[in-house]
């Protein structure tokens, strides 16, 4: 499981979360950091409203990591919030290796919460 400071301080942005290499801050300033490369038109695209997926799936992750309830619940909770809050909202999602704008829905939630298991736990899917 990765740090709580990890997880707070980091961002989709500039560190590769899919890396299990990476689990504390120590970790990431010794590897070093991964441009996202969909940074430039994720960035300009939030103008328009345009939200990505991977910020939501590390807000989302945070929020479970400051819970104080036990966790299936905690993703339940979750999963509701970030299913209203992605109605009608146009965001960034990285699937079938590409990112891609999409509007959001059940589908979406799913990509979100898998997501949230990469930056809470690496590991989970891979032999580390």
Same mark, same amino acid.
């Given at each position: 499981?990765?740090?709580?400071?990890?997880?707070?301080? &980091?961002? +989709?942005?500039? *560190?590769?979360?899919?890396? +299990?290499?990476?689990?504390? /801050?120590?970790?990431? @300033?010794?590897?070093?950091?991964?441009?996202? +490369?969909?940074?430039? /038109?994720?960035? @300009? =695209?939030?103008?328009?409203?345009?939200?990505?997926? &991977?910020?939501?799936? *590390? %807000?989302?992750?945070? @929020?479970?990591?400051?819970?104080?309830?036990?966790?299936?619940?905690?993703?339940?909770? %979750?999963?509701?919030?970030? =299913?209203?809050?992605?109605?009608?909202?146009?965001?960034?999602?990285?699937?079938?290796?590409?990112?891609?704008?999409? *509007? &959001?829905?059940? #589908?979406?939630?799913?990509?979100?919460?898998?997501?949230?298991?990469?930056?809470? #736990?690496?590991?989970?899917?891979?032999?580390?």
């Amino acid at each position: 499981m990765r740090s709580l400071a990890l997880v707070l301080c &980091g961002t +989709p942005c500039f *560190l590769d979360f899919g890396d +299990p290499r990476i689990q504390t /801050p120590d970790d990431a @300033r010794r590897i070093g950091g991964t441009l996202c +490369p969909n940074t430039v /038109p994720c960035a @300009r =695209s939030q103008k328009d409203g345009v939200e990505c997926a &991977g910020a939501i799936a *590390l %807000e989302t992750a945070q @929020r479970l990591l400051l819970r104080k309830e036990a966790l299936v619940l905690a993703v339940n909770e %979750e999963r509701q919030r970030v =299913s209203a809050l992605l109605q009608d909202l146009e965001l960034w999602v990285f699937r079938d290796g590409f990112w891609q704008r999409t *509007l &959001g829905g059940a #589908d979406i939630v799913d990509d979100i919460f898998y997501y949230v298991w990469v930056i809470l #736990d690496p590991c989970l899917e891979k032999d580390c």
